[in-house]
């Protein structure tokens, strides 16, 4: 793919920044929140202020949640997300910055990762600040409610699913084990603010950059297009490889339409090809 050879050619020259969304973990079988089309897929996802203001919404979330994260948990990095690990391990890559919060960048070998959005394996108490890991939090939920299921109509992207309300009948939430205060999992909800100080490290990332690789991300929503936006700004090169609609187009230099499964694989051959070559000639040898 011609496209794909030019984005060789920026990524092998360094300097690159990720910015990754949803769309980069669809082949690990997570949903993304928008189709090629660029339509929402869901409508109504929780918000902030529905969490710590009715307890009826959360037991319905920690609920479905607790179903839902059999699916994320579960989850295996795929070809996409090792391909970011291995020019990371090429030293192609200057920082990695994602609105994921599925952790399988580090999972397939990625460190040094900018969570904007926090990370489902982890879970915050809104009354001491405690974190913890998930696993602790889905025992003590599966002690609570023995023998708990429900047939499961969809997955959703932010780790909950769609079950019949009938369902949640006597499903019992569990708080804080150190306070009593309500848990809530380490992720930016609907009507949050990102913590200014990953926004900070992702503009500092981005102001060092050659090129800012957007990934899988249709850039709906300003957290994530707002790199875009100071990338362009400042002259920083802009590629973006996503399957379908992205809002980052007009202020893209190259876009590649494709799976991420397949072309950041072939990305990565041909940078690997370039460097092999570069410094065999530095041997003044030819290959």
């Not at 200057?94 to 919060?101: L, P």
């Not at 023995?146 to 959703?156: E, I, K, L, T």
């Not at 809530?184 to 926004?199: A, H, I, L, S």
């Amino acid at each position: 793919m011609e496209r794909v050879d030019e984005l060789a050619d920026w990524v092998g020259d360094g300097g690159v920044v990720v910015l990754s969304g949803a769309g980069l973990s669809t082949e690990s079988g997570i949903p993304d929140y928008r189709g090629p089309s660029g339509a929402a897929r869901r409508s109504t996802p929780m918000t902030y202020q529905t969490f710590i203001g009715d307890p009826a919404a959360r037991q319905r979330y920690w609920a479905r949640s607790h179903l839902g994260w059999r699916t994320i948990g579960d989850a295996r990095p795929n070809a996409g997300h090792r391909a970011v690990a291995r020019l990371q391990e090429l030293g192609r890559l200057d920082g990695i910055i994602t609105q994921n919060v599925d952790g399988l960048h580090q999972a397939g070998g990625a460190h040094a990762v900018v969570e904007l959005h926090g990370a489902l394996s982890r879970v915050a108490c809104l009354g001491c600040g405690r974190r913890s890991e998930r696993t602790e939090l889905e025992r003590r939920l599966d002690a609570a409610n023995p023998g708990f299921g429900a047939a499961v109509s969809a997955v959703n992207p932010d780790g909950d699913v769609e079950i019949d309300d009938a369902a949640l009948d006597g499903f019992t939430v569990v708080d804080c084990a150190a306070c009593g205060g309500l848990l809530k999992p380490d992720v930016v909800y609907f009507g949050e603010t990102v913590p200014p100080e990953r926004v900070s490290r992702g503009f500092e990332l981005v102001a060092g950059a050659r090129t800012l690789l957007v990934l899988g991300s249709s850039l709906t929503v300003m957290s994530g297009r707002r790199f875009v936006l100071r990338a362009a700004k400042n002259g920083i090169r802009v590629a973006i490889v996503n399957q379908g609609v992205t809002r980052g187009k007009p202020y893209a230099d190259l876009v590649v339409d494709g799976p991420l499964g397949r072309v950041l694989p072939e990305l990565v051959d041909r940078v690997e090809k370039s460097l092999t070559s570069d410094g065999l000639r530095g041997y003044g040898l030819e290959t």
